[in-house]
């Protein structure tokens, strides 16, 4: 006897009803993510086309309402082809970015859940304007159904675009708490502008303040490139579709086609390994052997490491532009790890340290300065579970003359990855893998010895300057005494003394 009734919900009402899962839990939280999202978006639609992003924002309360407020983000991107315009901010799990490629959206519902939060919060439609500079600027206004995942478009028109421009305007309504949020925001922010030195940023806050990051290069790193699956890291899922999808007529013709660095050499020794004869068709494997065969891909241990043109690092040079820019240290060391690998996802550490200067010790005791950024992302929550605190927290920091709980020092940790492994769908924080660990771990003790030649350097420079002063003081005494003493009118050039001791 059951009476359990079955049925089965759109995307969009998956994640309405579990919008925290997303980090849309409550309006402080919502306000935040609703910034961040719009951001991402914009970088991601300068940086993958080589344009230097010039991003402004401006967040507006509604007068005479209590908490609405209106977000209205703008940048210089590709923009996007009309026609995609509704389904790209109207469609939850609809994107551009589901390729093996290094970006910041995931799962193509950021932008989306920000916009399904302003509606559920507000009911008022969103704005989306944009061109790709090849045709006019489209204005769409648009509302999300969520019972059937789909774009409503409430409005529509065409405005001329002579000058050829690209880019994108976002804009709505949502319930938020600018106040509690703020801080995080401006932190955000801030840290945005430090890994990526080449942004010009605009902000305007709801009370009218703007905040301003200017770029201090034009230098981009390099795009990242798209590349096929590697084979270490291929799943049930994937080698499935692959399989259904592919026009190769034999197994070994299939993995040179669909795999990442696997050659004829490399297809020919891995079938052996995995028992399957090279000339079968790829779509007479069975169930059984599907599943055997993406076992084997996972164990077989001789495909060539992925290649990390697909990951975009900031590299030494710009961290350290970004980070002077922002923070202004005396001292600053940052480096750029060789690629590794975990599961099959190629990924590329990069960590610096910096001290002194606008840097301020931990504000409580058992705090720790640490800056972690993903794929250029900052990450802002949960700092203390991530993989880059427990890596802090082991090394004996003793050995590079710093205590990190009191003196004015910060860490700076980078992850490019395709794929990141995020402990929550909230993106904040990364979750311990021995090769990530043993990376971050080498980065810091690099900059880390660097840093201590520094402050031994320094600590030295403050022992001879303390002794100088000190004869400076003592010096023209002894040099008139001498002088009397000898029966000389003429004093001895102590001057040419100091100089010498310097
Ligand atoms: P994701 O970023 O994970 O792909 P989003 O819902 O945030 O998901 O965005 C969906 C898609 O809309 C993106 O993949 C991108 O193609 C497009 N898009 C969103 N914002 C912009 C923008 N500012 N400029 C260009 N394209 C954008
Ligand atoms: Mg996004």
Redesign the pocket.
């Known amino acids: 006897m059951s009476n359990e009734k079955f049925k089965s919900i759109s995307p969009a009402d998956f994640f309405y009803k579990n919008r925290e899962i997303a980090g849309f839990d409550n309006p402080v939280k919502a306000t935040y993510m609703i910034i961040r999202?719009?951001v991402?978006?914009?970088l991601?639609?300068c940086e993958t086309h080589k344009i230097i992003p010039e991003i402004f924002i401006h967040l507006r309360k509604i007068p005479k309402s209590l908490n609405v407020y209106e977000i209205h983000?703008q940048?210089n991107?590709?923009?996007?082809p009309f026609d995609?315009i509704p389904p790209?901010?109207g469609q939850?799990l609809?994107?551009?970015?589901y390729t093996l490629r290094q970006?910041?959206?995931?799962?193509?519902?950021?932008?989306?859940?920000a916009i399904l939060y302003g509606q559920i919060t507000t009911h008022f439609p969103v704005t989306v304007i944009?061109s790709t500079g090849l045709d006019d600027w489209h204005l769409f206004k648009l509302m999300i159904d969520i019972q059937n995942n789909k774009p409503i478009i409430k409005s529509r028109k065409l405005f001329p675009n002579p000058s050829h421009d690209h880019?994108?305007i976002?804009e709505f309504r949502f319930e938020g708490d600018y106040i509690r949020a703020k801080q995080r925001i401006i932190e955000y922010l801030k840290l945005t502008a430090t890994i990526l030195p080449y942004l010009n940023l605009t902000f305007i806050d709801p009370d009218g303040i703007l905040y301003l990051f200017n770029r201090s290069t034009k230098i981009l790193p390099k795009p990242p490139l798209e590349i096929l699956p590697h084979p270490n890291g291929v799943d049930m899922e994937t080698l499935n579709r692959l399989i259904s999808e592919t026009k190769a007529k034999s197994m070994i013709e299939f993995l040179q086609k669909h795999f990442h660095r696997v050659g004829k050499r490399t297809a020919m020794k891995f079938l052996k390994y995995a028992n399957i004869d090279p000339s079968r068709l790829p779509k007479s494997l069975n169930p059984d052997e599907i599943l055997h065969l993406s076992q084997a891909m996972r164990n077989y241990k001789s495909f060539l490491p992925p290649d990390s043109q697909c990951l975009s690092t900031i590299g030494a040079d710009l961290l350290i532009k970004g980070i002077r820019k922002e923070f202004n240290p005396e001292f600053v060391a940052a480096v750029t790890r060789p690629p590794s690998v975990y599961e099959g996802h190629p990924f590329i550490v990069e960590a610096a340290i910096a001290y002194g200067g606008n840097i301020s010790p931990p504000q409580s005791s058992g705090d720790v300065n640490l800056f972690r950024f993903a794929n250029k992302i900052p990450l802002l929550y949960d700092a203390y579970n991530d993989v880059s605190m427990k890596v802090i927290k082991k090394i004996k920091w003793w050995r590079y003359k710093v205590d990190i709980e009191k003196d004015p020092v910060a860490f700076f940790i980078h992850i490019c990855s395709t794929k990141i492994p995020y402990k929550t769908i909230g993106k904040e924080y990364i979750a311990d893998r021995p090769e990530i660990e043993y990376e971050i771990e080498w980065a810091l003790k690099n900059c880390g010895k660097r840093l201590r030649t520094y402050l031994i350097r320094k600590a030295k420079m403050e022992i001879k300057k303390r002794r100088l002063l000190v004869l400076e003081r003592y010096l023209p005494y002894i040099a008139k005494f001498a002088s009397e003493l000898a029966g000389k009118s003429n004093m001895p050039n102590y001057y040419e003394l100091l100089k010498y001791m310097d």
């Open positions: 999202e719009l991402e978006n914009s991601d639609a983000v940048d991107g590709c923009g996007i995609y790209a901010f939850i609809y994107s551009s970015k970006t910041r959206g995931t799962f193509g519902m950021g932008g989306k859940m944009s880019g994108t976002v």
